[in-house]
C-alpha cells in the first residue's frame, strides 16, 4: 500500500536523563603503572551531568574491610531516614577529601570523566594504600550514587587449600618475582577474631605453608606496608564416596514382565597415614539398602530392602504391573539416612519384539559437491539368513551445516551470513541376495554463499510379514576441497592502524595447503533503513606460502600474517576470504569487526583476567615407575610459576621459573600410589607485552591450568572367558556357559563373583542397552578426580588505569605450539530458518539425486560380500525324513534366558551355568560380569537360537470383537535344500477361519522365505490362540504358538451425583437409578457409592511446603506464619504426623511478629526483601497486614504478642504512602490498581479501621462487577459484610458470582473474565494472581457471607483436585486456599463425626460404615451391573445373591442413611457402564472429542481414504496421522484422552530406535521450529498440554493434571500393518476420578488393503 502523497512529520526529542555511570563498582585492585600520582584515578562515564559531588575515605584494608558493605558480610542497615549522606553507606576509614567536580559534557555524549585518588593514599609516597570513592551527583534520586574501595597494591597472593592445608604463594604483581618475608593473618569471618596459630613467614620462594585453620575465614597478607587479602573456602574432597554399578538384564520391559538388577557397590575413601593423599576402595558390606520402585509418573509400586553381600553386591528382582504407566522407570537405592542413594533406570514400553536388524552405511571417503557416493542398507534375521527382496524405502534430508577442519582453534571457516539449506528425496527398490540394497547419491550444485551440508540417509526395511526396521547413517558433504581459514586479534580496531588478519588454507581433513590463491576483499557495512547497504574498500589476491611457527615445531601453522591493510574510517566491515580448488569449487569464510572513529563510547580500563594456561602431556597413559613429562607452554614470558601435585590431598608443591620466549618442562615419577590418576596444577604469573601509546606501561599478568596424569591400573583387571557349550543351539535347548576367570598375571582366581546375562539381541536393539565394565566404574578417572582444591587469588579484581595512555592494538607473542595434541572436527546441523539476508540455496532441486544400484553396477562399486549365514544339509538338528515324532510347539517368548546374578569360581577360576534356552528365533548377547574384592572384568558372547525350517507368525497384537484380519506367516528355509513343506494352522473358539486356509503346501527354495496369509474372524471376546506347524519332507520341523486379546469395541461411561447429609433432620435421600437393562453389557461396570465424613483431603505436604519455603523474602516469612495460623488446628484434629512441635510453630509465629518492626520502613510499608535496603512494595505492605489482621484473630488463643505500634504505622502508610508506592511499582492498568486498592482497604477493615470502605464501594460502582476482577469480587464481598450501607452492593456481587461459576456433579470453579485473563499475564509478578487463589478468595468469601450455599462443597473438592504432589502452585496459592479450608472447616466440620452410613439398592442390603471422629477414610461400596440389570434377594445375614434369571424394575432405588447426628456424611453416587452399540454417535457431557484420520505420506496422499459412509479405507503399510481434537469450555482436572486404535495398526513409538524419524505434521512444515515429538508438539510458543503419554498396544492415552478450558490438539502416527476390516472404537475423554465427566467421538470403521 503507498501514501498518495508524501508526509512530513517532526519529532521533538528530548535530552538523555542525567545520570554517571561507573566502569566497574565494588572491590578494585590497582596497580600503580608510572611514578606519577596524577595517573591513579578512577574513571565514571557522564551523560548530561556537569557538577559531581566527590568524597574520598581513607581506609586500613586489615582494620577495616570486614565490617565494610563491600566485603558481602556487614550487618550495617541502611537508613533512608533523614538526607542522603555518605556516611549512611560507607561505615569504615575517615574522609579525606569531600568536594564538587565540575565538568564540561556535550549534550548526550558519554563522556569519561576521571578522579584523582593518590592523595587519599595512607602511603603516598611508596603509592599504596586503599580509597574508598563516594560519588554523587546533582539531580540524582535517594538511591543512586556510585561507590567503590580502590586497592593500590604492589604485591599479590594466590592460594590453594585442600581440607588439612593451605599453601600460599605471595609474589611481585609486576613481575611475578617472588617475595620473602611477607607474613599473613587470618580472620574469622563470622567473629572477627584474628587466628594466632600461623607464625610462617614466605620463604624464598614466595611460599607459606599452614594447617588449616577455620571455615569461612578472611586472610590478610602483608609485606611492609602493603597489603592484599584473599578468602579461601571449604575444598571440598568429596571423600568418602559411594560407588556403584548396578544394571538391569535388558533395559527395555512390557507390563507383567520380570525386571532383574544387579548391583555391586564401593566405597571411596581417603587412606591412613602416609596414604592419605591417595584414595581408597573398600566393600561395605552388610550395608542394608531400601529399593523403591517408580514408574513413568513418579508412582511407587514397588519396595524392598536388599543387603550388600560380603563383596559389597546385591541383586533384585520385581515384576510389572500389568498397566503400569509407559515411560522411564526407575529403582532407586538409598540407606535410612540417604547417606547412600543410586538410581537404576528402565524404559517400559508395549512393542513387538523385532525379527530382524538393519544398518546403513556410507564410503569413508570425503564427500564433495560435484561428486556421488553410494549408500548401503543392509538387512539380516537374528536368527540368521538374510532378508531377500524385502521393501526397502530410502529418505535422503540434506541440511545446512557448519565445518571446521581440525587443528586451527580461532579460525573461522564459514560465512557469517549462512543460507538456510533444506532439501530432501526419497527412493524404493527391493534388498538383493545378501539383504543389501545400495543406494547412488549425486551431489550438485553450491548455495551462496558456499556452505557444506549435513546428509541424512534413513532406510526402512519392510519384511514380507509387514514388520519394519529404520537405520540411518549421516555424512557431511563439503562445498570444495579446499577451505580457507581467517583470523583476527581482536574485532576492534583503531582506525590507522593495521589490521591484525592471519589466514590459513586446509584440505577437509585438516592438511594446510600452501601457495594456494586466495581472494581477500572487505566491505564496509552502512546501515540504511530496511537495509545494509556494502561498499567495498579493499580488494587483494594473495598467495598463501609456506611458513611454520618455529623450526623445531612439528604442529600445524597457526596461519599466514596478512601485512598492510589499514583503514582509515570508522565503522561496521565485513572481511571475505575465498578459494578454489582444482575444479573451481568455491569456498570462503567471513568475519565482521568494527573500527573505531574520530567520536567513540568511552570504554573504561580493561579487568585483567587470569588466562588459561596449556599443559601438554608426553603420553595419554602411563605406567608405574615411568616419568610424565608435562610441557607448560605459558601466554607470556618471562614468568614465575608454581605447580601442585594432588590426588585426594595435596601430595607435593614446586616452583619454578621460565626465560623470555622459552617454556617449561614438569617430570614428575609414578608411583604405585598414583593409579588410577593424579592431577596437577600449574599457576605462572609476570606480564603482558608492553602496550603501545606515549608511554608503554607494563600490565600484571598471569595464567592458571590443569592437567590430569592417567596411570594404567590393569593390575585390578581380571581376564574374563566366556564359552557356551554351543553357538549355534535349537529354542528350548538346555545348554551352558563356562567361564573362566584370571588375573593379571593369568593366575585362578578363586570365588570371584560371576553375573552372568543372556538375553534376546532383537530386544536390546530397540534402545541400545548395553552393560557397563565394573572397572571403568570403580577405577574411573573420574571417580578418583573427586577432590578440587580451594583456590583464591588476590588478583580477581584487578584493573589497570590510564585508559587514555593505552591504545587498544599490541603485538602478540609468538605461541609456541607442539603436537600430540587431539585433533577436533564440528559438523552440527542448523535449524531451517537460522539463515538471513542470502540469496538462498542456489542450485538445481533436489540437491542430490538418487539411483538403485544394479547388479552389475554393484560389481563394479563394491566387491560383493558373503552370505551371513552357513547351510544346514539334511536331518539337521537331528530331523529325518523318518521322524514322526509330535511336532514341539514354541510358546515360551521370555527375552531372558537366564540371569545368574552371584555364582562362584572354584579353585581353578571356573564356574559352568546350565539354563534352557527360551523358544525364541533370535541371537542371545551373553553377559558375563565378575569382581573379587577390588579386581573387575566383563566379557561378552553371543549364542545363536535357530532352525533349518523356521516359521514365524506375526499377529496382530490385539483384535476386537466382530473384526477381520489376515494374519501374516514368514516360512525361512536356512538349508542349501529345496523344500516341501506343509503347513498348519489352528485356533481356539475365539476366532473362526475358513476351512481352506487351514492349510498349505509350499515348496521353498534353499536359503529363501515365503509369506503366507491366513483370514480370521473375532467371534468370541477373550483370549485367542493361534497355533502353525510347518513340517518339511527331509523331517525339518518347526511349530509357534501366539497368543492376544480379543476386546469388546466399546467404550466405558458414566454418570454420578453428589451431596452431603449434614446433623439437620434430613437422614437420608433415596436416588432414582433408570435400569439400563439390555443397553449395556451386563459383565461390565455397576453401580459405585463413596462415603465419607470430611472433604478435607490431606493437607500435610502443602502446610510443609509453607514450613520449609527457604526463600528469604518477607512474603514467604509471612506465608509461614499464615499456614501455622490456618492450619495448626485442623491437622491436630485429624492427628497428622510429621508435623513440628507446638513450641517451634509458635517461635515461627512471634520471631515474624518480632521481626517486622526491624523490617518496616519509615513510611510504614514493607519492601520484597527483610533489611530496609530498597524502596517500599505495594502488594508485599498489604500482605503483611493481611498476615497480621489474621494473627491477630487468633492472638489470644495462642498467645502471640502482636507490635501495635507496628499495625499504626502500617495504616499510615495505607493513609499516606500506599497509592505512591503504587506508581513507583508501575501499576497503573485500571483493574490491576483497582484491585489492589480493594485488597487494601479489606485489610484496612479487618485491621479496625474503616477508612478504605468508602473508596472501595466508590471503586465498585463506578466499575460494576464486569469491570473487576473476581479477586476483588471477594474482597468486596467480606469489606461489605455486615455493613447495611452495602447490602445491595453485596447482593449483586452474589448474583454476578453466581453466574460466573462452572459447575460440575462434583467440583466447581469460577469463570475468569477477559480481563482477568489480562491481569494474569501483565500483573502475576505485581500482584501474584492465579485462578486457583481467585477459587481460594472467593471460597472464603462465601463462607463469611452464606455459609449455606450449595456450591461451597464443590468448590473445595475442585480446589482439592488441582493439587499436584500435595500441594498448589505456589507459596501465595497455598496460602489462600488453607485460609479458605481453615474457614471450611470451622464453620461446617468442626464437629466430630459421629454416625454410620447406610445402603440399601431397593430392599437389598449393602452394608455400612461407622465414623467417628476425625478421619480422612472413603467407605467405597461397589454393585456389580448385573445386580442392577437383574433381580436379586438380600440374604438373612446381609449377603445379596442374584438369581440371573428375573428382570429388575424398571428403575431401582438407592438409599443413603445416615444413622447419628454428629457431623456430616458426604456420598458420591455413580453409575458405570459399556453401551452394546458400536455404532456410537459422538456425545458431550464436560469434553468434546473429534478425531480424524490422514496420510502421513506427502508423496501419496490417498494412501488414507474416507469413504461416502464414513469409514475409512487405508493402504498396507501407510503412515497415518491420527488427529485428536479436545474441547472443554471450563477448566478440568485429572483429565484423560485416550484412542483406541484399530487392531491392524501399530503405533509408532519415538521411544523404540527401529521406529527412525516421526513424519511431519502440518504444524511442522509451516512453522520449521517445531520439535518432532509424538503427539502434540512441544516448544517455548507452544506448550504441552499434558505430562504424560502411554503409547500402548491397543490405546493411546494422555493425562493432564490440570486442563485449562480451550482446544487442545494431540497427534500420533500409526502404520497399517495387518490386512483386514477393523472396528475402532471412540477416542474418549474423562476426568479420571470423576468419570461422569466425559466425551467421546464416533466409532468407525477401517479397511486395510494392498
Not at 549462512?418 to 538383493?432: E, F, K, M
Not at 534402545?767 to 577405577?779: K, M, V
Not at 448385573?1426 to 429388575?1448: F, I, P, R, T
Request: charged share 20%; with cysteine.
Amino acid at each position: 500500500q503507498h501514501l498518495a502523497q508524501e508526509a512530513v512529520f517532526e519529532f521533538n526529542v528530548l535530552a538523555a536523563k542525567a545520570k554517571l555511570y561507573p566502569f566497574q563498582q565494588g572491590f578494585l585492585t590497582l596497580y600503580p603503572t608510572s611514578d606519577d600520582p596524577a595517573l591513579l584515578t578512577y574513571s565514571v562515564v557522564s551523560v548530561n551531568v556537569k557538577k559531581i559531588r566527590v568524597v574520598l575515605f581513607q581506609a586500613d584494608l586489615e582494620r577495616d574491610y570486614i565490617d565494610s558493605s563491600f566485603s558481602g558480610r556487614s550487618r550495617h542497615q541502611i537508613s533512608h531516614d533523614g538526607p542522603k549522606t555518605p556516611e549512611k553507606y560507607i561505615k569504615v576509614g575517615k574522609v579525606v577529601k569531600d568536594y564538587w567536580l565540575e565538568v564540561d559534557v556535550p549534550l548526550d555524549q558519554p563522556t569519561e570523566v576521571k578522579i584523582p585518588i593518590a592523595e587519599a593514599l595512607e602511603f603516598p609516597d611508596e603509592l599504596i594504600g586503599n580509597v574508598i570513592v563516594w560519588i554523587d551527583w546533582e539531580g540524582s534520586s535517594e538511591y543512586e550514587h556510585i561507590s567503590s574501595w580502590i586497592q593500590v597494591t604492589k604485591i599479590a597472593a594466590t592460594a590453594t587449600g585442600d581440607t588439612d592445608q593451605t599453601f600460599v604463594w605471595v609474589h611481585n604483581l609486576k613481575d611475578g618475582k617472588p617475595v620473602q618475608n611477607a607474613s599473613i593473618t587470618t580472620y574469622a569471618y563470622a567473629t572477627k577474631k584474628k587466628n594466632s596459630e600461623i607464625a610462617q613467614v614466605s620463604d624464598e620462594e614466595g611460599l607459606i605453608h599452614y594447617n588449616k585453620i577455620a571455615a569461612d575465614s578472611i586472610s590478610f597478607v602483608r609485606k611492609g606496608n602493603d597489603c592484599v587479602f584473599f578468602s579461601i573456602y571449604d575444598a571440598y574432597d568429596g571423600l568418602p564416596q559411594n560407588l556403584a554399578l548396578i544394571f538391569n538384564d535388558r533395559g527395555l520391559y512390557k507390563p507383567k514382565e520380570t525386571v532383574s538388577i544387579k548391583g555391586w557397590v564401593r566405597r571411596l575413601s581417603k587412606g591412613i597415614g602416609a596414604s592419605r593423599p591417595f584414595p581408597q576402595l573398600s566393600s561395605p558390606k552388610g550395608l542394608v539398602l531400601d529399593a523403591k520402585v517408580n514408574d513413568g509418573r513418579y508412582i511407587e509400586f514397588h519396595s524392598t530392602k536388599v543387603t550388600l553381600s560380603e563383596n559389597g553386591s546385591f541383586s533384585l528382582q520385581f515384576d510389572l504391573p500389568d498397566n503400569v504407566n509407559l515411560g522411564n522407570g526407575f529403582v532407586t537405592f538409598a540407606t535410612a539416612d540417604h547417606s547412600f542413594s543410586f538410581t537404576n533406570q528402565f524404559k517400559i514400553q508395549e512393542f513387538r519384539t523385532p525379527e530382524f536388524n538393519s544398518s546403513v552405511s556410507a564410503s569413508v571417503d570425503p564427500k564433495i559437491t560435484e561428486s556421488s557416493t553410494i549408500v548401503t542398507a543392509s538387512a539380516k534375521y537374528y536368527a540368521g539368513g538374510a532378508l531377500d527382496g524385502a521393501q526397502a524405502n530410502w529418505n535422503i534430508n540434506a541440511e545446512g551445516s557448519y565445518f571446521s577442519p581440525s587443528g586451527y582453534p580461532g579460525f573461522t571457516f564459514s560465512s557469517s551470513n549462512q543460507p538456510s539449506i533444506n532439501s530432501s528425496a526419497s527412493l524404493s527398490g527391493r534388498t538383493d541376495a545378501d539383504g543389501e540394497h545400495k543406494a547412488k547419491i549425486n551431489f550438485f550444485g553450491q548455495s551462496t554463499p558456499p556452505r557444506p551440508v549435513t546428509v541424512t540417509a534413513t532406510c526402512n526395511i519392510i519384511d514380507l510379514n509387514n514388520q519394519q526396521i529404520s537405520s540411518s547413517t549421516s555424512f557431511v558433504v563439503h562445498p570444495s576441497r579446499l577451505y580457507v581459514g581467517v583470523h583476527l586479534d581482536s574485532t576492534f580496531v583503531i582506525e590507522g592502524q593495521q589490521l591484525p588478519l592471519s589466514v590459513v588454507v586446509s584440505d577437509v581433513e585438516g592438511k594446510p595447503q600452501f601457495n594456494s590463491k586466495i581472494e581477500l576483499e572487505i566491505f564496509q557495512l552502512i546501515q540504511k533503513r530496511k537495509s545494509v547497504q556494502r561498499k567495498s574498500v579493499y580488494q587483494k589476491e594473495i598467495i598463501v606460502p609456506e611458513f611454520h611457527a618455529d623450526a623445531d615445531d612439528d604442529s600445524k601453522p597457526l596461519g599466514h600474517r596478512i601485512e598492510g591493510i589499514v583503514l582509515e574510517t570508522g565503522g561496521s566491515f565485513e572481511l571475505i576470504a575465498k578459494i578454489r580448488d582444482e575444479k573451481s569449487l568455491l569456498n570462503q569464510a567471513s568475519k565482521t569487526f568494527w573500527v573505531s572513529g574520530v567520536v567513540s563510547t568511552p570504554r573504561g580500563p580493561p579487568q585483567v583476567h587470569t588466562q588459561n594456561l596449556e599443559l601438554i602431556l608426553d603420553k595419554t597413559l602411563y605406567e608405574v615407575d615411568q616419568t610424565a613429562k608435562i610441557f607448560v607452554q605459558p601466554p607470556f614470558t618471562p614468568c614465575q610459576g608454581v605447580w601442585s601435585l594432588y590426588s585426594a590431598s595435596f601430595i607435593e608443591r614446586h616452583s619454578f621459573t621460565i626465560a623470555e620466549n622459552s617454556t617449561h618442562v614438569i617430570e614428575v615419577p609414578i608411583l604405585k600410589e598414583y593409579s588410577p590418576v593424579v592431577r596437577i596444577s600449574v599457576d605462572v604469573v609476570g606480564s603482558q607485552p608492553p602496550l603501545k601509546g606515549p608511554q608503554e606501561l607494563v600490565i600484571p599478568a598471569s595464567a592458571h591450568g590443569v592437567a590430569s596424569i592417567e596411570i594404567s591400573a590393569v593390575r585390578n583387571k581380571l581376564k574374563v572367558i566366556s564359552v557356551p557349550e554351543s553357538t549355534k543351539v535349537q529354542p528350548g535347548a538346555e545348554t551352558s556357559v563356562s567361564i573362566t576367570v584370571r588375573d593379571f598375571e593369568d593366575k585362578p582366581v578363586a570365588d570371584s563373583e560371576v553375573t552372568l546375562i543372556v538375553v534376546d539381541e532383537a530386544v536390546l536393539s530397540l534402545t541400545g542397552h548395553s552393560i557397563g565394565d565394573p572397572f571403568d566404574t570403580f577405577l574411573s578417572r573420574m571417580s578418583f578426580q573427586s577432590f578440587n582444591p580451594s583456590r583464591a587469588d588476590s588478583r580477581g579484581s584487578l584493573f589497570v588505569l590510564s585508559w587514555d595512555q593505552i591504545a587498544l592494538e599490541r603485538e602478540e607473542p609468538k605461541v609456541m605450539r607442539r603436537g600430540g595434541m587431539m585433533k577436533r572436527c564440528m559438523a552440527m546441523p542448523m535449524s531451517d530458518g537460522l539463515g538471513g539476508g542470502a540469496d538462498g540455496y542456489a542450485m538445481s532441486q533436489p540437491c542430490f539425486a538418487m539411483a538403485a544400484c544394479s547388479s552389475s553396477s554393484r560389481e563394479m562399486m563394491m566387491m560383493e560380500c558373503e552370505s551371513s549365514c552357513g547351510g544346514y544339509e539334511g536331518g539337521g538338528y537331528g530331523g529325518s525324513k523318518e521322524d514322526n515324532s509330535p511336532i514341539a510347539v514354541r510358546s515360551n517368548f521370555n527375552p531372558l534366558a537366564v540371569f545368574s546374578p552371584d555364582a562362584k569360581t572354584d579353585a581353578e577360576g571356573k564356574v559352568t551355568i546350565n539354563f534352557k534356552m527360551p523358544d525364541n528365533l533370535t541371537s542371545y548377547r551373553v553377559w558375563t560380569i565378575t569382581a573379587k574384592g577390588n579386581l573387575f572384568g566383563r566379557h561378552e558372547t553371543s549364542i545363536s537360537a535357530q532352525l533349518p525350517l523356521m516359521i514365524r507368525p506375526s499377529a496382530p497384537r490385539f483384535l476386537n470383537f466382530a473384526d477381520k484380519a489376515f494374519i501374516s506367516v514368514v516360512l525361512q528355509s536356512q538349508t542349501e535344500k529345496e523344500l516341501q513343506v506343509k503347513v498348519g494352522f489352528r485356533t481356539n473358539s475365539n476366532l473362526q477361519t475358513q476351512q481352506n486356509h487351514r492349510g498349505f503346501l509350499v515348496n521353498l527354495p534353499p536359503l529363501k522365505r515365503t509369506s503366507l496369509l491366513f483370514p480370521v474372524e473375532a467371534v468370541e471376546v477373550g483370549t485367542a490362540r493361534c497355533q502353525w506347524a510347518a513340517s518339511s519332507s527331509i523331517g525339518f520341523s518347526d511349530a509357534a504358538e501366539v497368543k492376544f486379546p480379543i476386546w469388546t469395541p466399546c467404550t466405558s461411561e458414566a454418570f454420578a451425583t453428589y451431596g452431603e447429609i449434614d446433623d439437620g433432620e434430613t437422614k437420608a435421600i433415596i436416588q432414582p437409578v433408570l435400569n439400563p437393562k439390555d443397553k449395556v453389557f451386563a459383565q461390565f461396570g455397576g453401580l459405585e457409592v463413596n462415603l465419607s465424613s470430611t472433604t478435607l483431603s490431606s493437607l500435610t505436604d502443602c502446610f510443609l511446603y509453607l514450613w520449609e519455603c527457604s526463600f528469604d523474602m518477607v512474603e514467604s516469612a509471612a506465608s509461614r506464619a499464615l499456614s501455622i495460623v490456618a492450619l495448626q488446628d485442623v491437622l491436630k484434629s485429624f492427628n497428622v504426623k510429621k508435623l513440628p512441635s507446638n513450641q517451634r510453630m509458635f517461635e515461627m509465629v512471634q520471631n515474624f511478629l518480632d521481626n517486622l518492626s526491624k523490617w518496616q520502613y519509615p513510611n510504614g510499608g514493607f519492601g520484597y526483601y527483610p533489611g530496609r535496603n530498597s524502596q517500599s512494595r505495594s502488594y508485599v505492605s498489604t500482605f503483611v497486614g493481611f498476615t497480621l489482621s489474621r494473627v491477630i484473630a487468633k492472638a489470644e488463643a495462642n498467645g502471640y504478642s502482636v507490635p501495635k505500634d507496628v499495625v499504626s504505622k502500617l495504616l499510615g502508610y495505607f493513609a499516606n504512602s500506599y497509592e505512591n508506592d503504587l506508581n513507583l511499582d508501575h501499576i497503573t492498568t485500571p483493574i490491576i490498581r483497582d484491585q489492589c486498592l480493594i485488597f487494601a482497604a479489606y485489610v484496612q477493615n479487618e485491621l479496625g479501621s474503616s477508612a478504605g470502605v468508602e473508596k472501595a464501594a466508590r471503586i465498585y460502582r463506578e466499575r460494576k462487577n464486569e469491570g473487576l476482577s473476581m479477586e476483588s469480587l471477594g474482597w468486596l464481598l467480606q469489606t461489605f459484610h455486615g455493613k447495611d450501607a452495602y447490602k445491595e452492593d453485596s447482593a449483586s456481587i452474589v448474583r454476578f458470582l453466581a453466574n460466573r461459576v462452572n459447575e460440575t456433579a462434583e467440583t466447581a470453579n469460577f469463570i475468569t473474565s477477559f480481563s482477568d485473563a489480562k491481569l494474569a499475564s501483565s500483573a502475576q509478578i505485581l500482584v501474584l494472581h492465579s485462578d486457583r487463589k481467585t477459587d481460594g478468595i472467593l471460597l472464603d468469601a462465601l463462607l463469611v457471607t452464606d455459609p449455606k450455599n450449595p456450591l461451597i462443597t464443590k468448590i473445595v473438592k475442585g480446589l482439592l483436585a488441582h493439587k499436584k504432589k500435595g500441594k498448589w502452585h505456589n507459596s501465595q496459592e497455598n496460602i489462600f486456599i488453607l485460609l479458605a479450608l481453615d474457614r471450611f472447616f470451622r464453620v461446617l466440620e468442626s464437629t466430630p463425626p459421629d454416625f454410620s452410613g447406610k445402603l440399601w439398592l431397593d430392599d437389598l442390603y449393602l452394608g455400612d460404615h461407622s465414623f467417628k471422629g476425625f478421619s480422612t477414610d472413603v467407605a467405597k461400596f461397589f454393585v456389580p451391573m448385573q445386580h442392577v440389570v437383574y433381580s436379586s434377594s438380600s440374604s438373612s445375614d446381609g449377603s445379596s445373591s442374584s438369581s440371573g434369571e428375573g428382570q429388575a424394575p424398571d428403575v431401582r432405588n438407592l438409599v443413603v442413611f445416615k444413622d447419628g447426628n454428629a457431623g456430616r456424611l458426604y456420598y458420591r453416587l455413580g453409575l458405570t457402564y459399556a453401551p452394546r452399540d458400536l455404532k456410537l454417535k459422538a456425545m458431550s457431557n464436560g469434553f468434546v472429542v473429534e478425531r480424524t484420520f490422514k496420510s502421513a505420506d506427502p508423496k501419496d496422499p490417498d494412501a488414507v481414504q474416507r469413504q461416502p459412509d464414513g469409514s475409512w479405507k487405508i493402504k498396507k503399510n501407510a503412515t497415518v496421522s491420527v488427529k485428536l481434537t479436545l474441547s472443554n469450555s471450563s477448566r478440568r482436572y485429572h483429565a484423560a484422552l485416550i484412542d483406541k486404535i484399530a487392531g491392524g495398526f501399530e503405533v509408532m513409538n519415538p521411544a523404540l530406535s527401529i521406529t527412525g524419524p516421526l513424519p511431519k505434521s502440518e504444524e511442522d512444515q509451516q512453522d520449521p521450529f517445531r520439535g518432532g515429538f509424538v503427539g502434540f508438539r512441544c516448544c517455548i510458543w507452544n506448550p504441552r498440554w499434558y505430562e504424560h503419554q502411554n503409547l500402548r498396544d491397543e490405546r493411546v492415552e494422555a493425562f493432564a493434571s490440570y486442563l485449562y478450558e480451550g482446544v487442545h490438539k494431540y497427534e500420533y502416527f500409526c502404520r497399517a500393518t495387518t490386512l483386514g476390516q477393523f472396528h475402532v472404537p471412540p477416542a474418549t475423554a474423562e476426568e479420571v476420578y470423576s468419570p461422569e465427566v466425559f466425551g467421546r467421538s464416533e466409532s468407525t470403521f477401517i479397511e486395510i488393503v494392498n
